[in-house]
C-alpha cells in the first residue's frame, strides 16, 4: 500500500517571503505554483492565496508554502510547552555544525526555543536543539556527534527527513499509521541519559519521572520521510485542539500512495474512519499533490494528506 514515508510538508504562513528566503540560502529550488479553488477548499484557506513550492537540491524533499493573513491563528499557540500533544509539533533537518545553524536561523526568523543539548540516545551521540518561528513552526536541528553519519550528503543543512507529534498515547496513534503502512522500527520507554530532559522541557521534573515514549516509524525502517511519536507518560498535558482545515502554521505531510483508493477504502472500513477530514477525490492542487487525493487526521490532530499522483 505505502511505498515511502511523507514526501511534502504543507505549510500554511503569514511569512512567506521570510521562511522561502530561508529554503533559497540553503539552494532549494522555488517554483510558484497555479491557485486553484480545490487548494482553498482542501486546506480551508478561505480566499485566494499564493502559493509556492520548494524543492530541495536532493530532490527528494518538498515544502509548499500557502500564504494566509497573519491574523488567522496558529494551530499550535506559540507559547505552548514543547510535550503539549496536538497537531504536527515540528520537522527535522541534520546540520554539520549546531552553533553555525543557529546564527543561520536566527538570520531568516527562528529563535530559539530549546538551545542545543549535547545528549546520548542509543548508541547515538547527537546535538539536538529547537527553534520556532512566527507561525508556531518548530525545527529541531540535530547534529551527529558519534558515531560519524554516513551515507548522507547535505550541505549546511539537510532535507527535512522527520517530523515529530506530541500524542497521548504513543501505541494508539502507532495503531492508525499501521493503517497507512507505517511499521515501528525505533523505541525507546524511558528516561533520556544526560542533558536529554532539556530537549523536551523535562528538565525540572525529578530524574526517575521525566521519561518519555518515543517511537519512529517508516513503511521501509528509514529515517527519511519518518514520523516519530512522543507521549510523557508520567507528566502529561491538556492537548490542543487542533483544526482539521485551516489554520496557521504546519498544516500536514504528504504521503504518497501507491493505491490511494485502497488506502482510502482501508480507512474507511477501520475503526478510524471519522478521522477522514477529507474525501477522497480528483483535485487541482500545487505540483505532485495534483490528482486523486484524501486528508486523514492522527488522533491528536496531525493532519496527513494522502495522494497518487496522476501525471
Known sequence: MRESGFSHVVITTAHAGELGGFFDALGWQSQPAEHHADACDFWGLGAATDVMRWTAPSR??????????????????????????????????????????????????????????????????????????????????????????????????????????????????????????????????????????????????????????????????????????????????????????GGRGLRSLGVPCADVKQTFAVIQESEWAGQICQPLADRQLPGLLSGLCFAVTCPDGGRLDLYQHTP
Request: glycine share 6%.
Open 60 to 245: 527528494h524533499c518538498e515544502v509548499v508554502l500557502l500564504s494566509v493573513p497573519e491574523s488567522v491563528p496558529p494551530l499550535r499557540p506559540l507559547n505552548a510547552a514543547v510535550t503539549t500533544p496536538g497537531g504536527l509539533f515540528d520537522i527535522n533537518m541534520r546540520t554539520w555544525d549546531s552553533d553555525w545553524a543557529r546564527d543561520f536561523l536566527a538570520e531568516h526568523g527562528w529563535r530559539e526555543l530549546v538551545p542545543s543539548v549535547a545528549w546520548q540516545f542509543g548508541e547515538i551521540e547527537t546535538s539536538e536543539g529547537l527553534y520556532i518561528q512566527e507561525d508556531g513552526i518548530v525545527m529541531a536541528v540535530m547534529q551527529r556527534l558519534h558515531p560519524p553519519l554516513e551515507g548522507i550528503a547535505f550541505d549546511r543543512m539537510s532535507d527535512i527527513f522527520n517530523s515529530t507529534q506530541m500524542v497521548r498515547d504513543v501505541e494508539q496513534t502507532l495503531a492508525f499509521l499501521k493503517l497507512l503502512g507505517f511499521e515501528r522500527f525505533i523505541d525507546h520507554e524511558g528516561p533520556l541519559p544526560g542533558d536529554g530532559p532539556r530537549v523536551l522541557q523535562l528538565e525540572q521534573h525529578p530524574v526517575d519521572t521525566a521519561a518519555i515514549h518515543l517511537s519512529i516509524a517508516h513503511p521501509k525502517a528509514a529515517m527519511s520521510g519518518s514520523i516519530e511519536l512522543i507521549d510523557v507518560p508520567h507528566h502529561p498535558l491538556p492537548a490542543i485542539e487542533v483544526a482539521a482545515t
